[in-house]
């Protein structure tokens, strides 16, 4: 019988994780920081999506049409849910690649989205996707597409082999995939102790087996129980984007885009003596051992003529996430961590204060007085926006637009915060995709949804949520003592109507 997942982890459900690479608004500010016209995103697809809570968050506020498959029924069934009674729902099937690919009823799309799924899948089915993008990928098109890369594994790869390996001939049939991860933990672990000549010449890997051991076991089952698996190298990649017609665009990671951050003054000189985009990467990845990397990639990219650059970022649109005083002015790059000039940021950031969506123009007349010109404020915006600080904005008429939609899924999901703390994330009209909201912050956000007054009432109705589950708050990993808990959430109960409600509000999502 023919193995219908193709050999990829399909006993355990893949983790509820959003990904804000796929929002194609942060792609629009990252093309235009690299000096690329990006598209007007009508039409998106998603292919392995997961839970789906990527694409129906970006169904809810983006206003683009999205389709996608995953081939895990259970994921497809939550996924479902999750968008039933959603106007203009996202179109989700459960089809294999091969199946979702082949179909002559999709239309053609402006942005195509794969989040690590490149990594473990095999050759047939990577041609298959290869393929699906040269036909259906639009001119101008953007595909976002993230994967495991050499050489950052080069060390720890053959790991990940010997894990596999060793859940295929030695886990008895029955067990469930978290036993079998901590089974095959375990025997890496007793290899390494046994003064194996790969971990000493390979330190790193008894660091990254003690990493291990902290992650979720269902995200772990996805990451090293797969069938297929191979780390890739920039320049096989590029083979195969540009077989489906399409050229390098940018790193879809923000962080990437401020050199000082991650390279040295040489390093830096090194890449800019490389006209090759190919050897660049790949020395890039080299320079920082790369493990992962994420891009967009443009199907008939257009560069912009210098002020035409300038002009649309001016008309780019950015909102604060944090309140202005609790920004804290470090960011860590691959050069460790760096300051980031109070007099240049400080006075960004009271731009900001309001938590109301500002263009980078609207800045730029706000901190004139202050010297700060419209490169440093391109550049602190990609380096606040990477850390989540603040977010790219969408126009008003796309904010009201998304306003139905995101309310109905974020009912949906602060109600699974009665029972479970699997989603930490809400859908923004305002951002075209999520941001990060804790299952007490949910909690508190239900209770007002359905009419509780103040914050002794946020406080009791999240306490007998917790109560009802039996759950309690971890602190290092320990369950608190009741009252401690009781504590706890008084705290955050404090916040929440002092500073984060004020957010939540501004950002729509309340």
Known sequence: MQDWSDGYMTEVAYTFGYYPELNPLRARLALLEAGIVPPEIHTACELGFGQGMSVNIHQAASGAQWHGTDFNPAQVGFARELAQDTPLAARLSDEAF?????????PQFDFIALHGIWSWISDANQAVIAGFIERKLKPGGVVYVSYNTQPGWAAIGPLTELMAGFDAASNPPGIGPAARIDAALDFADRLMASGALYGKANPQVLEHLKRLRGHDRRYLAHEYLNRDWVPMSFARMRGWMEGARLQFGTSAHY????PMLNLSTAQQELLAGIPDVNLRETTRDFLVNRLFRRDYWVRGARRLAPGERAERLRAQRVILATPAARVKLKVSGVQGE???????YRPILDALADHRPRSLGEIERAVAAHGVNLARIVEAVTILAGTGALHPAQSDEAIELARPATARINARLCAMARYAEDVNVLASPVTGGAVQVGRIDQLFLLARSRG?????DWLAFASAALAAQGHRILRDGQPVEAGEQQRMLQAQAEVFEKERLAVFQAFGIA
Do not use: I, M, N, T
């Open 98 to 106: 091969d199946a979702f690919c082949s179909r002559d009823d999709l």
């Open 338 to 344: 760096a300051s980031l000039h109070e007099d240049v």
């Open 255 to 258: 962080l990437d885009h401020v």
């Open 452 to 456: 509780a007054g103040g914050r002794d």
